[in-house]
């Protein structure tokens, strides 16, 4: 993410996409890289390596990524699709496209894929630079890129000329313990400065422009803090359900897939101190900061709940444990709500309520900030209670915008109060672009900067706040609790919120109305 109006020139390069017939290449990387070169931001002399264990010859595997990017190429967000395949920018795709068949984890395959490279980037002329996508099952991420070292592939001077890195994607993990092992892992083959961890959150618009928000504004920044804010709720919240990714999702559940990599990167966002310059070591290492801030998390912080069946949006849903490939007495959490502190000046005393989960009444990510009460009720008709508090929500998906609510004067000869809103909303300010969330993350990785990636100690310390939440819940034997699909999820999160404070409440997961008149 460069701080520049006219963006840099990617440097040449090869990438190579591990996992070239996987869901992760069809439905993103490759219409990622398609809208990239769109706005001109892939580099002339570029290529791509699909490497596999199914044996595809180069064109069939570029006409089945070309047949499906009609499908995935548009902007989900946008009100007009910005479909339709420009077949001038694909047949430069289609020229660039190579396909390399092998087990990843035999030594053959790095032998058959260092041949391949060399003579190929010879024609391509990308200057030996090399891209590594590991868009594979996390199993893989160690054993490849200790392939990679010991086939030289990920070789690199100091100098970095030519470049070679490799983007690691999520999960980073499952616990403290295997996150860092696979740090060490891949720290004994690369240097940090080469690692790409990806967390695919951070390449959505709205996530960046908490940084705008907060610091190329000075209107935010001073009630920043304890004495102005009374809590912040985050809420990312789904429709969805498990969809086909019940043997991933039964071993894996609502908490290490979505907070200590997602859901925590929004409240870094929101809670890092200003970084001293817009550098990516600037910016992670005020996040790294804010990690280690974090209270560790205890049982009573956190509430977890499992879908039952319901309906969402109309549609009728079944049980979680009657899903595909989930265990029929599975305990696994679809949601999690907890209570997160940061212990340090800023923010010490102020709570922090967070939660996720699957089969919620509407799909909806935000950030939403409570400024504390008013002093006094000086209105007739007024009492401290009745007041409504000012929040700030900012709208992560969809409807993306900001919204700060307020009380007005309602028109009419008496002081009569009405609550009201200031909306900034991206569509109507901003002509939407193709974008698919992935396109600034690959970006990045082209031109060398890391500020959106995850350094080694960031993601150690994000498993270290929720660790003992995983292990009480492997130890315990309780049932866990059920909540209907559709409904906003167990009656216990309420409690994390009414025992802080008298009346305090969650949020209604709901998308915005549109405007009323009182
Ligand atoms: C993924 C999780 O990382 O993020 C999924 O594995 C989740 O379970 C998804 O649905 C949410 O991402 P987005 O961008 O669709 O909000």
């Known amino acids: 993410m460069t701080e520049s109006s006219a963006p840099k020139p990617p440097d040449p390069c090869a990438m190579v996409i591990f996992g070239a017939g996987g869901d992760l290449t069809k439905r993103l990387l490759v219409p990622a890289l398609y809208n990239l070169a769109k706005t001109g931001l892939i580099p002339d002399n570029f290529l791509i390596i699909g490497a596999d264990i199914a044996a595809c010859s180069s064109e069939d595997w570029a006409d089945s990524l070309h047949a499906a990017l009609a499908e995935f190429v548009g902007n989900p967000n946008a009100e007009d699709q910005l479909s339709g395949i420009d077949p001038a920018i694909w047949s430069k795709f289609a020229d660039r496209m190579h396909y390399v068949q092998g087990d990843f984890t035999k030594d053959e395959f790095y032998q058959l894929l260092t041949t391949k490279l060399e003579a190929l980037e010879n024609t391509h002329g990308t200057s030996g630079n090399r891209l590594f996508y590991l868009a594979v099952a996390d199993r893989f991420f160690g054993p490849i890129v200790t392939q990679l070292g010991a086939a030289k592939l990920t070789a690199q001077t100091d100098d970095a000329k030519p470049w070679r890195r490799v983007v690691v994607e999520k999960p980073f993990g499952h616990s403290l313990e295997s996150a860092r092992a696979l740090n060490q892992t891949i720290l004994q083959s690369l240097a940090e400065s080469q690692i790409y961890r990806i967390d695919h959150f951070l390449g959505k618009e709205t996530v960046q422009n908490i940084l705008a928000l907060r610091f190329a504004n000075s209107l935010f920044e001073p009630l920043w803090n304890r004495d102005r804010i009374d809590h912040v709720q985050i809420t990312v919240a789904e429709t969805v359900g498990v969809e086909s990714r019940g ?109 996720t989960g699957k089969h919620l009444p509407a799909r909806m990510t935000e950030i939403a900030i409570r400024f504390k009460q008013a002093p006094l009720a000086a209105f007739q008709d007024t009492s401290l209670e009745t007041l409504p508090p000012n929040w700030l929500i900012l709208r992560i998906q969809p409807d993306e915008g900001i919204s700060l609510k307020f009380e007005a004067k309602h028109p009419g000869q008496t002081m009569r109060l009405a609550p009201v809103a200031m909306e900034f909303r991206y569509a109507e300010w901003f002509t939407p672009q193709a974008n698919i969330g992935y396109e600034t993350l690959l970006y990045d990785c082209m031109i060398g900067d890391q500020t959106l990636f995850q350094r080694a100690d960031m993601v150690e310390e994000t498993w270290r706040v929720v660790q003992p939440v995983l292990d009480h819940w492997a130890a315990s034997s309780a049932a866990i609790p059920l909540y209907r699909s559709g409904s906003p999820g167990p009656a216990a999160a309420d409690e994390l919120l009414s025992n802080d404070a008298k009346g305090r409440t969650w949020r209604d997961i709901a998308l915005p109305q549109p405007h009323k008149m009182s």
């Open 247 to 355: 043997k991933f999702y039964d071993v894996t559940g609502a908490l290490r897939d979505m907070v200590p990599n997602h859901v925590f990167q929004l409240l870094a966002m929101v809670t890092m101190e200003p970084p001293t310059g817009f550098r990516p070591e600037a910016i992670r290492d005020k996040k790294f900061d804010l990690f280690t801030a974090i209270e560790t998390l205890g049982e009573d912080d956190v509430v977890r709940g499992q879908y039952d069946e319901g309906a969402v949006s109309g549609q009728s849903c079944i049980a979680y444990r009657a899903e595909p490939n989930v265990a029929p007495t599975s305990n696994t959490e679809t949601y999690v709500a907890m209570r997160v502190c940061i212990n340090n000046w800023r923010w010490a005393g102020v709570r922090f309520y967070i939660r």
